[in-house]
């Protein structure tokens, strides 16, 4: 079975930094273009950032410059770094697993911007 489990949110400050992680189980990792989503209260979930198989990598224009998606394909794990945070990042952040017809979702991990 399948499973994908974040880490590393938070409560931090406006400013600060988090690095969120995500531990894939069970798949071909590699084959697998990953990406981070995040939705906010009363907001639809959003694309934050994906990096793909060959480690290309995107960014939604509110986080460029400012968050980092990267993978260990040893570890089988995605990670987004994120830095310069501010109140508006606040939300749950979601990984995501693509390749072909297969897709899997974590459950989610909180990071709240505030002071």
């Known amino acids: 079975q399948v499973q994908l489990v974040e880490s590393g949110g938070g409560l931090v400050q406006p400013g600060g930094s988090l690095r969120l992680s995500c531990a894939a189980s069970s798949l071909a990792f590699s084959n697998y273009a990953m990406s981070w989503y995040r939705q906010a209260p009363g907001k639809e979930r959003e694309l934050v950032a994906l990096?793909?198989?060959?480690?290309?990598?995107n960014y939604a224009d509110s986080v460029k410059g400012r968050f980092t998606i990267s993978r260990d394909n040893g570890k089988r794990t995605v990670y987004l770094q994120m830095s310069s945070l501010k109140p508006e990042d606040t939300a749950v952040y979601y990984c995501r697993a693509r390749w072909l017809v297969r897709d899997y979702w974590g459950q989610g991990t909180q990071v709240t911007v505030s002071s």
């Open positions: 990096i793909t198989s060959s480690a290309t990598t």
